[in-house]
């Protein structure tokens, strides 16, 4: 199976800071990579799919970039609403699998 | 809007099977990939496996042989049943519409709508 990880586990931001979460691959992915969003007690919202595609409805100041095996997720301008765990996830080959996730707590 | 809704028991005894069925309402089940994803407390999520609307499926091998995905388009709904549970299969189940995109090299393929989930427990 290929492995997700994602760092760091967890981060300190405040409202309007950026925030850069990385995730990488165990092998060669290309753009098979999507990011979620999940809020305590709901389930994960797509933000990112193909590894930088905006999904509908997603605010611009999120942004992903990457190929191959590293990845990032950017948050250009935190959001009080912005405050969630992160996850990565890859869907080059079957099992698809995802990272354990980056928790963004408030400062 | 499509909207996929999780229905099942929330406790299940060990050595019994857990059965769970989403049902996807504001849009057809005849197309698309269905799954089902799991996360046990504390812990990341994991992918159990997909069916699509013609009956093809695919399960996690981390499960050991244990799931059944079926899928019944009329009444747009599918289903999961994981066999001889143990504690360890105690986890919120979500069930996820996965879409695809092409760019003429492959197809990429995503979670775009989520049920909201659904805790089971295994005990006693």
């Known amino acids: 199976d290929i492995q997700m990880t994602q760092s760091p586990s967890s981060l300190s931001a405040s409202v309007g800071d950026r925030v850069t979460i990385t995730c990488r691959a165990s092998q060669s992915i290309t753009t098979f990579l999507n990011w979620y969003q999940q809020k305590p007690g709901k389930a994960p919202k797509l933000l990112i799919y193909v590894a930088s595609s905006l999904a509908s409805g997603v605010p611009s100041r999120f942004s992903g970039s990457g190929s191959g095996t590293d990845f990032t997720l950017t948050i250009t301008s935190l959001q009080p609403e912005d405050f969630a765990t992160y996850f990565c996830?890859?869907?080059?080959?079957?099992?698809?699998?995802f990272g354990l996730g980056t928790k963004v707590e408030i400062k | 809007q499509v909207q996929l809704q999780e229905s099942g028991p929330g406790l299940v005894k060990p050595s019994e099977t857990l059965s769970l069925t989403c049902t996807v309402s504001?849009?057809?089940?005849?197309?698309?990939?269905w799954s089902w994803i799991r996360q046990r407390p504390g812990n990341g999520l994991e992918w159990i496996g997909y069916i699509y609307y013609s009956g093809t499926s695919y399960h996690n091998p981390s499960l050991k042989g244990r799931v059944t995905i079926s899928i019944d388009t009329s009444k747009n709904q599918f289903s999961l049943k994981v066999s001889s549970v143990t504690a360890a299969d105690t986890a919120v189940y979500y069930c996820?519409?996965?879409?695809?995109?092409?760019?003429?090299?492959?197809?990429?393929?995503?979670?775009?709508?989520w049920g909201q989930g659904n805790l089971v427990t295994v005990s006693s």
């Open positions: 504001g849009g057809s089940i005849s197309t698309y990939y």
């Open positions: 996830q890859q869907t080059y080959t079957t099992p698809w699998t």
């Open positions: 996820a519409r996965g879409s695809t995109e092409y760019d003429g090299r492959g197809y990429y393929y995503f979670f775009d709508y």
